[in-house]
């Protein structure tokens, strides 16, 4: 399984830059995680628009979909120009309807998932747990048989998160916040307590990501550090986790 880092700001794009989107790939078999704010015009530089087979979204915020709609233009765009009416499915968690709606277009298509079901898209099987969020959002646990990533997506700190990641290859956290910070009320973690869930999951590696705009970002290293011993690193374009 391979992971390539789109985009990983949280709240909105830095500079060129982009809100959360990870690639996965596995077999020639290409998901794309969470559509965010600048992701579409960074995603072309590792996977042709047209070669996307689906789209998985942890909730509707708009640092986590902002980009669906220009997605789906592009999917119209292409019928235009080659005459390919692929449709692309687009996943999602049915509890905003207004949000699940928008995933429906000309040629992409919303695909309700079950939280309390695993999920099948390819070779990924996916399952889900609930984060602390103000609105419905699911973290995920994906896996190709081999290996296993974990994405927390947005979420406050929560036990459950040591037992949903356990032994996972590469935990995605939430990480919005310095160390001593209280994002609890935003629906956020800070760096001590992505360090804390990589170290109670006993993960192989920690990659801090939904990274705030100020402040000296290498500090969030040093601070999970302090909880977590194995490798951590912060999320950047291009980034590529391959296992």
Not at 105 to 119: F, I, N, Q, R, V
Not at 188 to 194: G, I, K, R, V
Request: with cysteine; hydrophobic share 35%; net charge negative.
């Amino acid at each position: 399984m391979k992971l390539t880092v789109i985009g990983f700001w949280g709240g909105y794009p830095a500079v060129d830059g982009a809100t959360s989107a990870y690639l996965l790939e596995k077999d020639g078999y290409s998901l794309l995680m969470d559509v965010g704010s600048g992701s579409l015009s960074k995603l072309q530089k590792y996977k042709h628009i047209a070669d996307l087979d689906a789209v998985i979204v942890s909730h509707y915020h708009h640092d986590h979909v902002a980009d669906i709609g220009v997605l789906q233009y592009a999917k119209l765009i292409e019928y235009y120009v080659t005459g390919n009416d692929t449709v692309l499915p687009i996943y999602g968690h049915a509890e905003d309807s207004d949000g699940f709606q928008a995933l429906s277009h000309t040629y992409t298509k919303g695909m309700a998932y079950s939280p309390d079901e695993a999920l099948q898209i390819g070779p990924f099987t996916i399952t889900f747990l609930r984060t602390k969020h103000p609105v419905p959002c699911f973290g995920m646990r994906i896996t190709d048989g081999e290996s296993v990533v974990v994405y927390t997506a947005d979420s406050s700190y929560q036990e459950e998160w040591g037992a949903f990641a356990e032994g996972a290859d590469l935990l995605i956290t939430d990480c919005n916040y310095y160390a001593g910070s209280d994002g609890s009320n935003a629906g956020h973690m800070n760096s001590e307590e992505a360090g804390r869930i990589a170290a109670m999951a006993n993960v192989k590696q920690l990659l801090l990501s939904h990274l705030p705009q100020y402040g000296e970002r290498e500090k969030l290293i040093k601070e999970a550090k302090q909880h977590f011993p194995g490798e951590v690193q912060l999320a950047k374009e291009g980034l590529i986790w391959n296992r």
